[in-house]
């Protein structure tokens, strides 16, 4: 378990108690205390000198992240903040526009309890959005349109530029700004590039050091990915990658000058140099015809034979109009554009919409039926509407709730891609399935059917998208080992909670209301007059109560609430399946400092689950939220 030290400004003080919250970390005053592990040990920055941090940091065998925490609206650091041999991250706010889910992402993926890497690599297909912008500020209404289907976003270092300026190059602390902003704006990783003149870039090779900086910077930043080009010098590599930390490295190659061969053996030569430094492989060339897509797909094929478990996956592709292909056929991590970016961030290179357009004309994405058997939280026409967004040729088949001996053979048809159920339906009962996902074995019930190969695999997507919701605002680690309290009618009704909580590594699960089979877990509690007394110190409150049941909630929160004031103890999360913000439960536990979580987030947290284990598309809940208001207006 990790030791944070945190660094900050007077001002800036409600960090420390907002890092502890997020990380579940007790706040240990004294430097002495540095190395305990789970604990935040926090100082103004006028009390402790730097050199005291690193000799302290040295003495203990925990790992410690000194992280410097810096207002960038703040006079207080002129020098570009922290220096990068002191602090091993930056986190970087303003006043007035602090996010806690920004926190919480920083500090879930610097403390490794967060992995975009691994998610991104367990798909079959994956793409980033390379932003154009010389200022992202000009995109930040547009950027859930922009982003809609990515899994990660590039941020186009050398394309920056800001207004009035006459260098040509941004300033780091024009970068800092810029990085911040779309943090704020999106959840999506994010891959930080400074790309060079001879590789398509504006950035000059003479400047190498100045690129050594901002690299290193990018790192303390905490940004997921940073590009690291094979032109760049062994020096700039020694002076970075020993800092990388949770951050992983593409390491790229690019020949436009025509004569990149990808028939030679010196061609995986490359492969393997840039396997030396990089987690993540990426060679570009040029075509000037279209047979060399073929050319590039042996190539990939000879990678992926002679590639072990730990080899780093390779995305190659050619630019030029005859590449347009390679780069559709491209499946991993491929660089993609948007219509509204104001232009591309390599010539030629197409939208998702093309992309998708293609593989579907060629066969690689085979259209689809999804049976969605209705009820008021599966919309399908909302799925209908990303299918057309992202130019998917599928299409949502609505029917009825009922019991319905032919849905297994409906299952068995060769365009069937799949069926979602209300998660109180008994369907997946009587289906013959070839596999279950883990929370889907965990609970017994199926919401989600996926095809794949022909074989039919249940998912439980309500488990999936509640898990997705807790870790929001809260670090895994906060809600390890806490103890929980689950209302419901029955066990079917609240089993994707329990799923989810299990998952996280909660304590005791205080059951009102029904009772968890003990073959599930031995961490269950129902909520009898010995247990109810502890029932109300749980720090996690989660209802799935229909609302003719409701009335106690708003009284019991605010029971819980005043217990937490007298204890002193913090509450995590409040999590409703049929409440809005307008509830007045919900109203009690926004009041008492709860997170909140609603219907409205649960649907569409679900909906995107179900989107990726059906067509393994990566579609942001607040696209789909987006999306579901304007079709109520």
Not at 57 to 71: A, E, F, G
Not at 248 to 277: M, N, Q, R
């Amino acid at each position: 378990m990790t030791c944070l030290c945190l660094v900050y400004d007077t001002e800036s003080s409600f960090l420390v108690d907002l890092a502890a919250s997020i990380t579940g970390y007790a706040v240990q005053p004294q430097l002495s205390d540095l190395g305990r592990p789970g604990t935040v040990v926090a100082f103004d920055r006028g009390s402790v000198s730097t050199s005291e941090l690193r000799l302290s940091k040295r003495r203990t065998d925990t790992p410690v992240l000194i992280i410097n925490l810096r207002c960038l609206d703040s006079a207080k650091h002129p020098d570009g903040g922290g220096d990068v041999d002191t602090f091993d991250h930056e986190y970087l706010f303003v006043n007035g526009k602090f996010h806690r889910k920004d926190f919480c992402r920083f500090l879930s993926f610097v403390t490794g309890q967060s992995d975009p890497f691994r998610h991104i690599r367990s798909k079959k297909r994956s793409i980033y959005i390379g932003l154009t912008y010389p200022n992202v500020r000009v995109a930040l209404s547009n950027m859930a349109i922009v982003s809609v289907g990515a899994d990660a976003l590039e941020l186009r270092v050398d394309l920056l530029h800001e207004e009035g300026q006459e260098e040509t190059l941004p300033s780091l602390e024009y970068v800092a700004e810029q990085l911040m902003t779309l943090r704020l704006q999106s959840e999506l990783p994010i891959i930080f590039t400074i790309r060079l003149i001879p590789s398509g870039g504006r950035w000059p090779v003479e400047e190498t050091p100045l690129a050594t900086k901002y690299l290193q910077k990018a790192l303390q930043w905490g940004v997921e990915f940073i590009d690291l080009e094979d032109l760049f010098t062994p020096d700039l590599r020694a002076s970075v990658l020993p800092r990388k930390g949770r951050t992983k490295a593409i390491a790229s190659h690019h020949d436009f000058s025509g004569k990149l061969d990808w028939t030679s053996p010196e061609l995986l030569d490359v492969y393997s140099a840039c396997s030396e430094f990089g987690d993540v492989v990426q060679i570009a060339g040029v075509a000037t015809d279209l047979s060399e897509t073929f050319e590039v797909q042996r190539f990939r094929g000879k990678v992926a034979r002679a590639s072990t478990a730990s080899s780093p996956p390779l995305t190659a592709f050619n630019t030029g109009r005859g590449g347009k292909l390679s780069r559709i056929l491209n499946p991993f991590l491929q660089a993609t554009t948007h219509p509204l970016l104001p232009m591309s961030s390599a010539p030629n290179q197409l939208s998702l919409v093309e992309v998708n357009g293609v593989l579907a004309v060629l066969g690689e994405i085979i259209p689809k039926k999804i049976y969605v058997f209705q009820d008021p939280d599966v919309d399908a026409a909302l799925m209908d509407k990303c299918f057309n967004e992202l130019n998917l040729p599928h299409h949502a088949v609505p029917l009825s709730p009922r019991q319905d001996s032919g849905v297994q053979l409906l299952l068995g048809e060769a365009d069937c891609g799949g069926a979602v159920f209300d998660s109180s339906s008994t369907f997946s009962d009587q289906l013959v399935l070839a596999s279950r996902s883990p929370e889907a074995i965990l609970t017994g019930i199926v919401d989600t059917i996926s095809v794949g190969d022909g074989h039919l695999v249940g998912h439980n997507c309500m488990s999936l998208g509640i898990r997705s919701l807790l870790v929001q605002e809260h670090s895994p680690s906060a809600l390890r080992g806490k103890d929980m309290l689950v209302i419901g009618r029955s066990f079917t009704e609240a089993s994707s909670v329990v799923s989810a909580l299990l998952s996280l590594e909660c304590g005791q699960i205080f059951t009102l209301g029904f009772s968890i089979p003990p073959e599930i877990t031995n961490k269950a509690v129902p909520c009898k007059t010995t247990a109810f007394e502890d029932a109300l110190t749980s720090v996690g409150v989660f209802s799935t109560l229909s609302n003719q049941d409701r009335s106690f909630l708003a009284p019991l929160l605010g029971l819980i609430s005043k217990r937490h004031a007298k204890t002193k103890m913090d509450p995590l999360v409040y999590l409703d399946t049929h409440a809005s913000q307008k509830d007045a439960a919900v109203g009690v536990a926004r009041a008492a400092g709860w997170s909140i979580v609603v219907k409205e987030n649960i649907s569409a947290a679900v909906l995107a689950a179900r989107l990726r284990v059906l067509v393994g598309q990566s579609i942001h809940p607040d696209f789909l939220r987006m999306v579901r208001r304007q079709q109520l207006y």
